[in-house]
C-alpha cells in the first residue's frame, strides 16, 4: 500500500491544493493525517473540506484542531495563535467544527503498518526535536515505525541496536528504505506552514511493501495564501513567515 501522509496544513489551502494536484499523478492508496489541519491561515472551511474530500482517510488531531473547535480555550498558545485559532472557531461551518471535535486523539495504528502521532505517542502535545526527546519516545514505546508532526520540521530518527541517528532531508525529494530491525520516528513536515527555512510545502508518501519513505517539497502560490491572511485581519507575522519557512 502508498499512504500519503500529511501533517500541518494549518489552513493554508494553497499549500493543501498544490499537494493535492501533484499526487492526482501519483498513486496512493490511503491519506493519512496527522493533525493540525487549521489554525493560523485563512481558510479553515476550504482546507477542512478538501481532506474530508480524501479517501479512504484515516486522522488525527492535533493541538490546534482542539483549541479551534472549541475543545479546549488555549490557554498556553501565544498572543497570535490564540487570536488566529478564535477568529478560526467563528469562522468554521457548524459542519466542519463538529468534524474537527470528532477527531480522536493520536496515537493510532494504521492497518497494522505503522503508527501515528500529533505529537508524540506519550504525549500528543509534547514535541520532538531531537534526539534525546525522540529516545525517549522510543523508551516508553513500541512502534516498529511512527509517524508524527507537530514539529513542522521534516526528519527521520533511526533507532538501531548500536545508535539513535538522524535522517535531514533533502529537496525537493528525498527517498529513504527503511531497514528491517531498526525502528523509525518520521516527520513529513508540515503542508502548510514549514519552520525549517525552507518555504516549499511537504509531505510525505510511504509504500508499505517497498518500505520506501519519500519525502517531497513543493512551490506552491504562497503570495496569495500570505494576502488571504492580510485581508482577513489576522497578524501579518503569521503571513510573513510563510517566506521565511519559519
Not at 65 to 82: H, I, P, T, Y
Request: hydrophobic letters at 40%.
Amino acid at each position: 500500500m502508498r499512504y500519503l501522509i500529511l501533517s500541518d496544513i494549518h489552513s493554508n489551502r494553497e499549500a493543501f491544493g498544490a499537494i493535492v494536484s501533484f499526487v492526482k499523478r501519483k498513486k496512493w492508496d490511503k491519506a493519512v493525517f496527522l493533525g493540525d489541519l487549521v489554525g493560523y491561515g485563512a481558510n479553515p472551511n476550504q482546507t477542512v473540506d478538501l481532506l474530508r474530500s480524501l479517501r479512504p482517510l484515516v486522522a488525527i488531531r492535533g493541538n490546534h484542531d482542539k483549541v479551534c473547535s472549541g475543545l479546549e480555550e488555549g490557554e498556553l498558545f501565544n498572543r497570535m495563535a490564540l487570536e488566529a485559532a478564535l477568529w478560526t472557531r467563528q469562522k468554521l461551518t457548524r459542519s466542519n467544527l463538529q468534524w474537527l471535535k470528532a477527531l480522536p486523539k493520536g496515537p493510532a495504528v494504521v492497518d497494522g503498518q505503522f503508527a501515528i502521532s500529533h505529537g508524540t505517542p506519550v504525549d500528543e502535545d509534547a514535541y520532538i526535536f531531537g534526539e534525546l526527546e525522540a529516545l525517549n519516545v522510543f523508551r516508553h514505546t513500541d512502534f516498529p515505525i511512527c509517524f508524527f508532526g507537530h514539529s513542522h520540521f521534516p526528519v527521520i530518527f533511526a533507532l538501531s541496536p548500536d545508535a539513535i541517528t538522524t535522517v535531514l532531508t533533502v529537496a525537493p525529494s528525498f527517498r529513504f528504505k527503511l531497514k528491517e530491525g531498526v525502528r523509525y520516528l518520521i516527520n513529513p513536515g508540515s503542508v502548510g506552514q514549514p519552520r525549517d527555512g525552507n518555504p516549499l510545502c511537504s509531505f510525505a508518501i510511504f509504500d508499505s511493501d517497498t518500505r520506501v519513505v519519500t519525502i517531497h517539497r513543493l512551490p506552491y502560490k504562497l503570495k496569495q495564501a500570505q494576502k488571504k491572511i492580510m485581508d482577513a485581519g489576522l497578524p501579518r507575522p503569521l503571513a510573513d513567515r510563510l517566506a521565511l519557512g519559519r
